[in-house]
């Protein structure tokens, strides 16, 4: 039985230099004996490993900075123009794009209207979003959002009907984008980018089993299972707006994309007509739910209907979550969009109460905290996931 293979020199320089690029990601512009002391390594290997990336264009000098009497230290920082990264969310109104430096600062934004039906076939549509950000340079890689699921044993886009999703009908999807946008391309469904936002930057993080609810005109959700994303065999995991629901329609009666199951009993238009049933006004269920909020602060018959129509979208939306905590037992549920957010505070207490009654386990329920755009949030946490992975591999290997 051979025992564990040594680490050769340019795969220990490899390892030293993505844990010295990744501080600098963490930590910002830090001095040679900052970046010593947080990787372990030797004044000697530091300054050898600085050299190094300084060379690969990864890292440049950020000026000195006064330390003692008579002693200066210089400082460094990631080179942000080493890479850059897009962000695309697809909706059937709208492409909203963004581009990022190396860093994840964000360097370009855009959004191009598609109202009606699109103009051009899709590549063209992505690229002209691409180009209205004036990216400061080439892209290394584009993260697209989109309201369905590619189904890895097909290449297919699926989870939606192609009136939703016009263009998208590729076979090879993926490395179609790819190359009619030049670029490395991968297409995610908008909620798990979502929750990669949350987990990165919001309410998930610290978390590695968690559900996130994204409650809207439809219904959707993300699975994370021990820090990983969980897609299922045709990329449709989540997708508990068809899940059939007592008092609901299901797929049979109403078709296979119709409006049926848990979004025809807590989608946005559901909600709406409910709380209007309580006489909550509102032009659309986002100003019905905040509304209600407001009507149920007060006092008199206005405000109990109020309460009672808030607690019956509570309880419409824990009897889905109540069917997911059953078979997933996260440790946490993050509530988001148009139905969720407006009711704030007072809606997620509600949930959480109508649910744990419903459950053995009682996951804690949290709002969203990502500020934004979530999805392009996401995105782009996927994107410079991936660039960095690459990047910072280069400079130390064979070194």
């Not at 978390?207 to 897609?231: E, K, P, T």
């Not at 989608?267 to 009507?295: C, I, M, N």
């Amino acid at each position: 039985m051979s025992g564990p293979v040594p680490g050769t020199p340019s795969l220990l320089r490899a390892i030293n230099d993505r844990a010295a690029l990744r501080a600098l990601i963490e930590r910002g512009p830090l001095t040679r004996p900052e970046i010593g002391a947080l990787t372990g390594l030797s004044k000697p290997t530091a300054s050898q490993l600085l050299l190094r990336l300084r060379r690969a264009g990864l890292v440049v000098l950020d000026g000195v900075r006064e330390g003692l009497p008579g002693r200066t230290a210089e400082v460094y920082r990631i080179n942000p123009a080493a890479a850059y990264v897009g962000a695309l969310d697809v909706t059937p109104g709208r492409i909203e794009a963004t581009v990022a430096d190396l860093t994840g600062t964000v360097v370009g934004e855009h959004v191009l209207p598609t109202p009606g039906r699109p103009r051009g076939d899709l590549v063209e549509r992505l690229q002209a979003a691409l180009r209205g950000t004036d990216a400061p340079g080439p892209l290394s890689r584009v993260v697209i959002g989109v309201q369905a699921a590619v189904d890895p044993s097909t290449g297919r886009l699926g989870y939606a009907a192609a009136e939703d999703v016009p263009g998208w009908q590729l076979p090879g999807l993926v490395p179609a984008l790819s190359a009619g946008l030049g670029v490395p391309v991968a297409v995610e469904n908008d909620v798990n980018l979502v929750a990669a936002a949350e987990r990165a930057h919001g309410a998930a993080r610290g978390h590695r089993d968690f559900v996130l609810l994204w409650a809207d005109s439809g219904i959707g959700c993300a699975v994370v299972l021990d820090g990983r994303m969980h897609r299922g065999a045709t990329g449709g995991a989540g997708e508990v707006g068809y899940m059939p629901i007592p008092g609901a329609p299901t797929a049979r009666e109403s078709g296979r994309y119709a409006n049926h199951g848990f979004q025809a009993l807590s989608g946005g238009p559901a909600v709406l007509k409910l709380l209007r049933s309580y006489g909550v006004r509102g032009g659309d269920f986002r100003q019905a739910v905040a509304s209600a909020v407001r009507a149920a602060a007060g006092t008199g018959q206005k405000a109990e209907d109020a309460r009672a129509g808030l607690r019956d979208v509570a309880a419409r939306l824990a009897v889905g979550l109540a069917a997911i905590t059953s078979v997933v037992d996260p440790e946490l549920i993050v509530l988001t969009g148009g139905v969720v957010l407006p009711g704030g505070e007072p809606l997620r207490e509600l949930v959480e109460q109508e649910l744990h009654a419903l459950t053995i386990p009682r996951p804690k329920v949290r709002l969203s905290s990502v500020e934004g755009n979530p999805v392009l949030a996401g995105a782009l946490e996927l994107a410079l996931a991936a660039v960095r992975d690459e990047v910072f591999g280069v400079a130390g290997i064979g070194g």
